[in-house]
């Protein structure tokens, strides 16, 4: 099975600290997303990734910055993290299907939530 | 934009009672559906998709069916069970690119 793993379950940060939420696929992924989850607003795509050292903003990007040096892990990065940045966050990787190009098959992390306080 | 929408909740039913979750998407060209559920502490689980007009998605018991004319895809379940009860998203992509997903259902089940 494909594994996405997010390095840490629960986190807990300071206003103002500069966060760093890491994300790893192990089944060489193309694509990896960003997103975070909050109660009545489902999830929203923050950054998403096609390729190593490719980046693309997504619906909420503003306070965000993303980096992919290897094509295994998609890390974010909370510049000046903030009390609204207080959320879910999950991590995201699919692949194409071999040979009918149709994309399915997004698996997810089990999520990251931060509080900062 | 590309966008969908799912009743909202909390939905609480009995066991062994029928659930059916109403989701409606708005988007050009021809997307593919999913029904994710996330249970308690834990991370989105693609639970049923389908990828074109008409698809049926089933699984563990749950359905949905792809209706082009009415942009819908409801997800059903003729007898929902105590371990059914998680909160429940709607979702659709295009041509691989982004998840766009509704607010959530959450699904209560009482014994």
């Known amino acids: 099975d494909v594994k996405v793993t997010q390095s840490s379950r629960y986190l807990v940060k300071r206003t103002g600290e500069k966060v760093f939420l890491e994300c790893v696929q192990d089944?060489?992924?193309?694509?990896m997303f960003w997103y975070r989850q909050d109660p009545g607003l489902g999830l929203r795509l923050i950054y998403f990734s096609y390729d190593v050292k490719m980046k693309e903003k997504g619906d909420i990007p503003e306070g965000y910055s993303v980096s992919r040096e290897k094509k295994e892990r998609f890390s974010l990065i909370l510049e000046s993290a903030s009390t609204n940045q207080t959320s879910m966050y999950l991590c995201a990787s699919i692949t194409q299907s071999p040979g009918q190009g149709v994309w399915y098959g997004y698996t997810f992390g089990s999520g990251t939530r931060l509080t900062v306080v | 934009g590309d966008s969908v929408t799912q009743m909202e909740g909390p939905v609480t039913l009995s066991e062994e009672a029928c659930l059916t979750i109403n989701c409606t998407y708005t988007a050009t060209g021809y997307p593919s559906l999913f029904w994710y559920v996330q249970y308690p502490g834990e991370g989105l689980q693609l639970l049923l998709k389908?990828?074109?007009?008409?698809d049926k998605g089933s699984n563990k018991g749950f359905e949905a069916t792809y209706r082009k004319e009415t942009t819908s895809f409801h997800l059903e379940k003729g007898s929902v069970q105590v371990s059914d009860s998680a909160v429940y998203f709607c979702?659709?992509?295009?041509?691989?690119?982004?998840?766009?997903f509704g607010a959530g259902t959450i699904l209560r089940v009482k014994s």
């Open positions: 389908a990828t074109k007009a008409d």
């Open positions: 089944m060489d992924h193309e694509n």
């Open positions: 979702a659709l992509s295009k041509y691989g690119n982004k998840l766009v």
